[in-house]
């Protein structure tokens, strides 16, 4: 069974500083893996997706890695703003049929003034 | 011009009551799921309909019922509401998954 675990579960830095958000699953036969943010009383935002031959996908001031051997996938956000506060959630896809998309357990991220 | 759309997005009702949500994309994906996310924030699959065809049911109560009218729509119906069905409930899509899907914006349902 697929578990996806995020580290750390919350995360606090002042403006201005890179950070580093860490994403682990268990079986490494996947499709892809996204990341999303979530805002407080909002929907999920996609914010990358690397499919599992790729290395790594960047937007903007964000970078997401994947190692698949190793069940791996960091979001990487440089120079962070307040407008970044908000959750991160990373999902894998398995192979083998059935869509079933699996979170992992998110992290919280403030970014203050 | 949203991609996936909910209604409603705020739903309180008392127990026992039956209530829908319903779901719509224009994305022309054919799969929509069903998403729950808890208390913890933890966000579970439920359902997934792939062409109007049933394709995944996690162990779910049975008073809850999907159901996909066409490939554009997945509503979820519950019947005798309790307490613990109280979270956000998400809409979500994909064309197969391979590019990446798309939620909607929820509906946090909440039993009193």
């Known amino acids: 069974k697929q578990e996806v675990t995020q580290i750390p579960a919350a995360l606090s830095v002042p403006e201005g500083e890179n950070l580093v958000l860490n994403c682990s699953f268990t079986d490494s036969a996947i499709y892809n893996l996204q990341w999303f943010r979530q805002d407080p009383g909002k929907g999920l935002t996609s914010l990358l997706l690397i499919q599992s031959s790729q290395r790594e996908q960047t937007s903007g001031r964000l970078n997401a890695s994947l190692d698949k051997s190793s069940g791996r996938s960091t979001l990487y956000i440089a120079a962070s703003q307040p407008g970044d506060s908000a959750t991160y959630l990373c999902?894998?896809?398995?192979?083998?049929?059935?869509?079933?998309?699996?979170f992992g357990t998110g992290t919280q991220l403030k970014v203050e003034l | 011009d949203t991609a996936v759309s909910q209604t409603p997005k705020y739903l309180v009702t008392q127990m026992g009551n039956d209530k829908s949500i319903k779901c719509e994309q224009n994305?022309?994906?054919?799969?929509m799921y069903w998403y729950k996310q808890d208390s913890k924030k933890f966000l579970k699959i439920m359902f997934s309909y792939n062409n109007k065809e049933l394709i995944i049911n996690e162990t779910v109560p049975n008073r809850f019922s999907p159901k996909s009218p066409d490939k554009a729509h997945l509503n979820l119906h519950i019947n005798s509401l309790e307490l613990g069905d109280s979270a956000v409930y998400f809409c979500?899509?994909?064309?197969?998954?391979?590019?990446?899907?798309?939620f909607g914006s929820g509906t946090r349902l909440t039993v009193v």
């Open positions: 979500a899509s994909s064309q197969d998954g391979y590019y990446g899907y798309t």
């Open positions: 994305l022309g994906h054919d799969t």
């Open positions: 999902a894998v896809l398995p192979t083998g049929g059935g869509n079933k998309l699996t």
